[in-house]
DNA sequence: AATTACAGATGACAAATGTCACTGGTGTTA
DNA sequence: TAACACCAGTGACATTTGTCATCTGTAATT
């Protein structure tokens, strides 16, 4: 049984390839980054796919959307720091066999992977709770205007990258301040990020 | 020799906690958080403090404070994502012995705990490259304001917390948006606080 | 003693931001 | 087919935010 390991963090990947591949018996390639494990899956054959979402080049997301179009029997796990339901939706949409956090010992992971090999799909209970009572209440294009907003754009800027007036980008940033009951634009983006809306 | 790993996450604290075991003869306890490191300080004795920065209750330059001034013998190590050139200066003020960065090979931590061990002290060159060229311009007045207007404080709440007129509120946040190169408060705290100056 | 430098503090003014009422389009429901 | 609930789009208006000139006090430099 073959893993591929995707995390940047050196100390963090070595640490979790070193201790998988004592804790159990699958071989245990290291990623670092998600260009680097896209070139890894195309030239050798894997069982399956950990990643870590938040990855310069290419997100854990991205990867995984990749990889499950390309290679539709590999099983996919992501393991993450960050609970945002937004993230764990695009997760489960782009068909992911498991999703963890850091937050659960090592012997959780060894675990978890032995039902992914099955054919479970294990999904922290903590994260669907958060994503059941979670919806993202945006539209399109507020989301549009609140991610360029959140970057440090200006009402100008984004009315021009947006196509339309002004007074409409203001109404959209509005608008989003309210659904997410915010006081400005800059709390809304990052209440936004913060479920992974963005 | 005896070793006290503080770190929040729980995979990568057990990965780390693992592999050290294996890879030295050191004895490794680990904390779940600033508080409950604390605690363990004061009931066993240790030879190394190993601690994350960005921990709940009590972050890790709070406990290395409090530390180094209750058992000065202890030796005391940092890891951290966060290259922050504001974190290391207070981390060398308090006579930290060693400063790394999760970015790099676990292999590098074992070799630096062995070096810290033998009275060296050793810090990331990257992070004492980017600590040089990085000064703190802020006055204490615009980092309070500023910290404030980053939590999402409006001026008229941050100059009644501050007991000063609004006008002057605005003003700090000015000086700080202009000192920073930020267009805008919210820039301004996202800048200071990625540098550690918050 | 005079000069300089700089942090603290303030209010007037200009610019950016947020709110609101309104129009038009589309799809759903009673 | 009304009535309704939306989302997209707009401009007028009020509020908030950012900039600037200015004054005060203190500490270092000449």
Do not use: C
């Not at 990947?13 to 159990?24: D, H, I, P, V």
């Not at 980054?33 to 080049?57: C, F, S, V, W």
């Not at 999904?123 to 919806?135: K, T, V, W």
Request: glycine share 6%; no cysteine.
């Amino acid at each position: 049984m073959k893993i591929l390991l995707a995390e940047d963090q050196a100390m963090i990947r070595t640490a979790l390839a070193g201790l998988l591949r004592l804790e159990s018996n699958y071989t245990v390639d290291e990623a670092v980054d998600g260009a680097d494990a896209k070139q890894k899956l195309q030239e050798n054959h894997y069982d399956i796919l950990l990643t870590d979402i938040e990855m310069p080049h290419i997100s854990g997301l991205e990867l995984l959307q990749w990889a499950k179009q390309a290679q539709p029997h590999l099983l996919t796990v992501i393991i993450t720091t960050f609970n945002r339901s937004g993230y764990i939706k695009r997760a489960v949409a782009a068909g992911v066999n498991g999703f963890l956090l850091k937050d659960a010992p090592i012997e959780v992971l060894v675990q978890s992977l032995q039902k992914i090999q099955t054919g479970q799909q294990v999904i922290s209970n903590e994260l669907l709770l958060q994503a059941l009572d979670d919806q993202d209440p945006l539209t399109e294009k507020e989301r549009k205007a609140l991610r360029l907003a959140g970057e440090g754009m200006s009402t100008a800027a984004i009315a021009k990258a947006l196509f339309i007036a002004e007074g409409t980008a203001r109404n959209y940033l509005s608008e989003a301040i309210s659904k997410l009951h915010a006081s400005n634009r800059t709390e809304a983006a990052r209440i936004a990020h913060q479920k992974g809306w963005l």
